[in-house]
T-cell receptor, first 110, second 113 residues
Framework: GQSLEQPSEVTAVEGAIVQINCTYQ??????LSWYQQHDGGAPTFLSY????GLEETGRFSSFLSRSDSYGYLLLQELQMKDSASYFC???????????FGGGTRLMVKP | ETGVTQTPRHLVMGMTNKKSLKCEQH?????MYWYKQSAKKPLELMFV???????ENNSVPSRFSPECPNSSHLFLHLHTLQPEDSALYLC????????????FGQGTRLTVV
């Protein structure tokens, strides 16, 4: 089936760097996205990787390795406001169905 | 404000009620989606519409009935729901060829009693 795996929880301290990993089913894989969702809020788009390598957007970077069926979201200079759930999501076969991972709850501590 | 507006934000309904959720997007997108988000479960895609045509129905029970009268509006009609249908229902939109960059509404928190 088409599924994604990511850790359920990660804790880090303010100012640190944290990496949230995501592994996915390979067959027909098209691209990997990352979303952030604060409690009570809507998921918001962070980044998208269709090709191998690193995409950087400010403090956030996303990486994809197709050969390893693996990607990650890297958050640098963590701030308290980064405490949220982070979801990886993927599409397969260029279709319109976006499948989400279970989400990683990030807790940033002072 | 994400450009995608959902109403109502909260809804409590009995199992014999009929209600509708509404979604409106002002982003000029031509693809719209309904997702269900339950506690301790991944976001589940329910329906996809492209240019007002339904292109995906992810094995959703018939007690959920979508309607897309135009590219800017999407409805989810609810009928004889079960308590396990209680969840956050999220609407999203995207450009047709960029489903991986979706814009979500704030969701409707549905409770079935």
């Amino acid at each position: 089936g088409q599924s994604l795996e990511q850790p359920s929880e990660v804790t880090a301290v303010e100012g640190a760097i944290v990496q949230i990993n995501c592994t996915y089913q390979t067959s027909g894989f098209y691209g990997l996205s990352w979303y952030q969702q604060h409690d009570g809020g809507a998921p918001t788009f962070l980044s998208y990787n269709a090709l191998d390598g690193l995409e950087e957007t400010g403090r956030f970077s996303s990486f994809l390795s197709r050969s390893d069926s693996y990607g990650y979201l890297l958050l640098q200079e963590l701030q308290m406001k980064d405490s949220a759930s982070y979801f990886c999501a993927a599409s397969w076969n260029a279709g319109n169905m976006l499948t989400f991972g279970g989400g990683t709850r990030l807790m940033v501590k002072p | 404000e994400t450009g995608v507006t959902q109403t109502p934000r909260h809804l409590v309904m009995g199992m014999t009620n009929k209600k509708s959720l509404k979604c409106e997007q002002h982003l000029g997108h031509n693809a719209m989606y309904w997702y269900k988000q339950s506690a301790k479960k991944p976001l589940e895609l329910m329906f996809v519409y492209n240019f007002k045509e339904q292109t995906e129905n992810n094995s959703v029970p018939s007690r959920f009935s979508p309607e897309c009268p135009n590219s800017s509006h999407l409805f989810l009609h609810l009928h004889t729901l079960q308590p396990e249908d209680s969840a956050l229902y999220l609407c999203a939109s995207s450009q047709d060829r960029r489903p991986t960059e979706a814009f979500f509404g704030q969701g409707t928190r549905l409770t079935v009693v």
